[in-house]
């Protein structure tokens, strides 16, 4: 998937002192997340579905 063109948001529970930083892109059906630290890494592609599974369960973890 091509993410070039991606408007990348900040996550708001981020903090601009370099600390843990994650952004948020939608493309499509797919949410793309990445570092902020390090935009050129790796992505994490899932559908919206999949990602409001992940929070919940990181909620309850």
């Known amino acids: 998937?091509?993410?070039?063109?991606?408007a990348w948001r900040k996550s708001s529970r981020s903090s601009n002192?370099?600390?843990?930083?994650?952004?948020l892109a939608r493309i499509d059906d797919t949410?793309?997340?990445?570092?902020?630290?390090?935009?050129?890494?790796?992505?994490?592609l899932l559908t919206p579905q999949s990602l409001r599974d992940l929070?919940?369960?990181?909620?309850n973890a």
């Open 17 to 23: 002192n370099g600390g843990n930083c994650v952004e």
């Open 31 to 44: 949410v793309a997340i990445r570092d902020s630290k390090d935009p050129d890494g790796p992505k994490l």
């Open 1 to 6: 998937m091509d993410l070039s063109t991606a």
């Open 55 to 59: 929070t919940q369960d990181l909620k």
